[in-house]
């Protein structure tokens, strides 16, 4: 049986992964990313997109560019 609640969780997140990042050459990265708590638990994702007019030029084939990318371009979870 089903019914509603409201409460409220805090949930501490401490790691973030890019675990996908598909590319459209010369256009766009679409990239995935992936929030997880302290338990290892996925919270929430985030689908990012990377292209000519916000960094897709930049990036070559520099990791570390895409990391701080992505840093930069994600919001908090709620």
Known sequence: MEFP???SVITKIT?????KVDIT???K???TVVFFTESGGASQTQYLVMDTS???N???ND???LI????AHITPPK
């Open 68 to 71: 701080e990318w992505v840093k």
């Open 63 to 65: 990791d570390q560019y």
């Open 15 to 19: 790691i973030c992964k890019i675990i």
């Open 54 to 56: 916000n960094g897709y």
């Open 25 to 27: 050459l010369f256009t």
């Open 58 to 60: 930049e990036w070559n």
């Open 29 to 31: 990265a679409d990239i």
């Open 5 to 7: 609640v409201d409460y």
